[in-house]
Every structure is written in C-alpha cells, then in structure tokens.
C-alpha cells in the first residue's frame, strides 16, 4: 500500500494474489471498490481549466485611442508591455471599469461599460390600461393597438421551434435505438452531426431579438403617443391558463418575460411609471354595468349580455385594468374567488340603486334580469 504503484495494482484487480491462503474473486472486489473510493475522496477534484466568457478591466488595464477617426481598445493580455489592439465600432466614450465579454459564435467581443441614465422628466399624460394579448402586444384603453404583427411572428416562430423540436425528438429516437442495437458509431454520428446545439441556440436567440425588438417598437409607440403617467398592466411574468395548447406554447415562447423586462425598463427610462394589478374576470367584465360573464366574451368581441354594451374584447379589459388600479377593495394579490363576490356584491348594490323595486319581486316576475338568476349566472 505505500508504494503507488502497489496501490494502483491493488485497486485495479493486477496484483499477485496470496499464496498462503485463499481469497475468492467475489472476496476481492468489495477491497478493490473500497480502495477505488478512498483514493478518489482523497485526490479530490482535479483542476479544470475553463474559458471565460467574459472578465473584468479597471481603467489601468485597458486604453482607448482613436486613429483616423476610428476608435480602438487596447487590451492588457498575458504577455507583459504588449497590449492586444482591437478596433470598435462605436465612438461613445469609454472609461472606468469595464467588462469585456467574448462573443465566440459572432468571433467579436463586447466591452460593456457604466454610463449614467439621463433622467427623463416626468411624463404627464393620463394613466393608460394596457392589456397584453397574443395578436398584438398590447391594446389600450382606448382601443388603440400597438405591436399588430406581433402575433404572426410569435406563430411563425413557434411553429418553426416546434416543427425543429419534433424532428430532433425523431432523431433522439434513432440515436437511442441504434445505441440499443448496440451500434455506436451510428448513434455518435447522429449526436454529432444531426444533433448539434450550435445552429439551435442560434435561432433560438435570433428569434428572442425580434420578439424583443417588436416588444421595444411597441412599448415606444404606446409613450409616444399616450405620454403616460402610469402604464397599467396586469401581471406580466406569471402564465395564465391558456385556452388552446398553441395558445399557451405562444405566450410560454418567452414572451412573457421579456415583455415583462422591456416594459419595466423602458417606462422608467422614459418618465412613465409601470404599475400591476389583479387581472381576475377583467376580460369578463362588463365596464358599464359591471355584469361579470364568461359569456359576455366571444373571441375578440365583447358584448355585455345584460345592457347589451359591445366592444373589442381587449378593448374592455385595458379599460378594466385601469380602473383596478385606485380599486379600494382589489389589490394585487386578492384571491379570485375574493374578486369576484366582490364584483358580484358590487353589481347587486348598483341593481338596487338604479331599480330599488327589483329586489321585492320574485325571480318568476322579471325575466333574464332578476337579482338572484343574475347572482347565479355570475357564479356559474
Ligand atoms: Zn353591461
């Protein structure tokens, strides 16, 4: 056991065996696993060596010049009083600490710095419900539709995505079974050359900058032409249940957060304020009478099926979101079944006022519009 050697051959089944007594094979390998184990434990892990993909430059590491009206970062490297020369294609200033990140597939490198946010000041336009749809990126309150195509790209996105994912679920298939089949070298080629990760990734993160990018077009349509105070939305990084599985593929395809992301980050950086509220029945709910039916909803139109009010659909939840927001009894997080006795409580009171006779008649009197066929049809 001293010599590493001796260990090596113990551990691996080589050494000569006693000859003196007898130990069985079956003997042995509980001595060779346990040797195995206390080496291992005892080496501990070995270092590996990584590539970094990004790393850190305080002002003495790094120089920027300019040359012919060409800006240049020179770049400390391993090699000491010889500074890596890489050209950039921006002009902005750039001091301090930086991060430089290395960006393999696209064979450039980003320099990521600190620059202070001018502060915009304070936009003052009214406050502006917003409802997020999967057609379009949002609806306001007062119909208007901003992001329109966003929709048939999300689809044709999805629909690539979904259509590569079902091919490569055939080839995993394949790979398992010639593995199966005891056909290695097969199963190797597909892994290897059907398989890849690299072209995948790519899309993928192509196709989340152009969501991003027509999310961004939208947000800025939306300020400019409402100058909001408050933009109201409900919650947006949560998934609801969707109607349809394509549906619910649509919004999981990450949209949701970074419309989450894009929304936050752009109201603050342009003097807006971004606000959540509790989305529960808004979509249900009608804004004049305040009747709350899934019925009153068919598709995109909206028509109450009490005072008969019709809208767009997405047209009366923004409207919905942003009277939630100064609601005194929903907040963001009342439970759904809370919201809606609310509501339904809500809609007796203003029954009673606006027809104090109805609550002394009998259900059988007055039909379709009666207090407690209403209640039941509220709760159903
Ligand atoms: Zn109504």
């Not at 346990?34 to 003495?60: E, H, N």
């Not at 203003?350 to 209640?375: F, H, K």
Request: net charge positive; charged share 30%; hydrophobic share 35%.
């Amino acid at each position: 056991m001293k010599s590493p050697l001796r260990q090596a051959q113990l551990s691996c089944g080589l050494a000569d065996i006693p000859t003196h007594f007898v130990i069985s094979n079956a003997d042995q390998q509980p001595v060779r696993n346990y040797l195995r184990r206390t080496t291992r434990r005892q080496r501990g892990t070995r270092p590996r060596v990584k590539i970094a993909r990004s790393m850190a430059f305080d002002a003495c590491m790094y120089e920027i010049v300019t040359h012919n009206g060409r800006q240049y970062i020179k770049l400390m490297g391993l090699k000491p009083r010889q500074r890596m020369v890489i050209p950039l294609t921006g002009s902005t200033p750039i001091r301090g600490n930086i991060r430089v990140v290395l960006d393999f597939e696209n064979e450039r490198i980003e320099v990521h710095y600190t620059a202070t946010v001018k502060a915009m000041p304070r936009l003052t336009g009214e406050v502006c419900g917003l409802d997020a749809g999967v057609r379009e990126v949002f609806t306001d309150d007062l119909g208007n539709q901003y992001g329109v195509g966003f929709g048939q790209t999300l689809g044709e996105i999805s629909q690539k995505l979904n259509d590569k994912g079902r091919k490569r679920n055939k080839l995993h298939q394949l790979a398992k079974k010639a593995q199966a089949k005891g056909n290695w070298r097969k199963a190797k080629r597909i892994k290897k050359f059907n398989l890849g990760q690299q072209k995948l990734n790519r899309t993928r993160r192509k196709s989340r900058a152009e969501l991003a990018r027509q999310i961004n077009t939208a947000v800025n349509q939306v300020l400019k032409k409402r100058h909001p105070s408050v933009m109201v939305t409900e919650k947006l990084d949560i998934r609801g249940k969707a109607k349809s599985k394509r549906v619910s593929r649509l919004v999981s395809l990450w949209t949701r957060s970074i419309l989450k992301d894009r929304v936050e980050f752009m109201a603050s950086a342009r003097g807006s304020r971004r606000e959540q509220v509790n989305p529960a029945y808004s979509s249900q709910m009608c804004p004049i009478c305040g009747y709350v039916q899934r019925d009153n909803r068919n598709g995109d139109m909206f028509q109450c099926i009490r005072c008969k009010h019709a809208d767009h659909a997405d047209r009366v939840a923004a409207k919905n979101l942003k009277a939630r927001k100064d609601d005194p009894e929903i907040f963001l997080y009342t439970p759904k079944e809370r919201v809606k006795a609310i509501l339904l409580a809500r809609f007796t009171a203003r029954l009673e006022r606006d027809n104090p006779t109805v609550s002394g008649r009998t259900p059988d009197t007055v039909s379709g519009q009666s207090e407690s066929e209403t209640a039941q049809a509220i709760l159903c």
